[in-house]
């Protein structure tokens, strides 16, 4: 699959790349891979299965048999053996054991071969923490979206409120920061970016502009486009 375009979109929880990474995607009619979305599935499958993270083998072959559906319920559902799940993997307990099973190194090795699937013509946009540094080191352009994190608690909750999930904002702030470090301090795929990687600090940039920015620095990687 190398020689299929992938443009990796990264950065902490709250940078506004799921929304961006979406609208690039629907842009240049490429294929989408929401990676976080993998990472809440499967710890939302954990815990429904009641699996000790410490069995991490258990857990691997959880992650690679998982009957994870994109867009079956709709245009972002995501569903989980047949079941919409698209609210419950959002929710703060999805995010928290989301995080939890990305610190552990064989649920990562096992979500990778599945990302590497998403690879498909004419290109993929794909969003999360690790695509431009160890998913997709070849990607043709690779971003980093990044915002403060009071910035991107405001916008998580405004989300969150959008899609009639309760939130509080100074809880959300200390969840994103004790995540934050987790991602950021763990010993496999840390959230940083990559060394190629355009960094774009979002705090005081509408969604517009931040799209506007990413389709200009594609066209720049991808001329022929
Ligand atoms: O992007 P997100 O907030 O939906 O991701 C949820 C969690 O999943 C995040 O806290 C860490 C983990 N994750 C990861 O470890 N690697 C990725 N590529 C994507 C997400």
Do not use: C, W
Request: aromatic content about 4%; proline content about 5%.
């Amino acid at each position: 699959m190398p020689g299929i375009p992938v443009i990796a979109i990264d950065g902490p929880s709250g940078s506004g790349k799921g929304v961006v990474a979406e609208r690039v995607a629907k842009a240049l009619g490429f294929h989408l891979l929401d990676s976080g979305a993998l990472y809440r599935v499967l710890g939302l499958a954990a815990h429904l299965k009641n699996l000790n993270l410490e069995q991490d083998q258990a857990l691997a072959e959880l992650a690679r048999t998982l009957d994870i559906g994109f867009g079956e319920n709709g245009p972002d559902s995501v569903s989980l053996d047949g079941r919409d799940v698209s609210l419950d993997i959002r929710s703060a307990l999805g995010s928290d054991m989301a995080s939890r099973v990305g610190a552990i190194p064989a649920a990562r090795e096992a979500l990778f071969e599945r990302q590497l699937l998403f690879r498909q013509a004419p290109g993929l946009v794909a969003d999360g923490r690790d695509m431009g540094t160890f998913v997709f080191p070849d990607a043709v352009v690779k971003i980093f979206l990044t915002a403060s994190v009071e910035e991107r608690a405001k916008r998580r909750y405004k989300q969150l409120i959008a899609k009639g999930i309760d939130a509080i904002l100074p809880a959300l702030l200390r969840d994103l920061k004790e995540r934050d470090a987790r991602d950021s301090e763990r010993a496999v795929s840390p959230l940083q970016p990559a060394p190629d990687a355009t960094i774009l600090d979002t705090t005081e940039m509408s969604e517009e502009t931040v799209v506007a920015r990413v389709l200009e620095l594609v066209k720049a990687g991808l001329p022929n486009l």
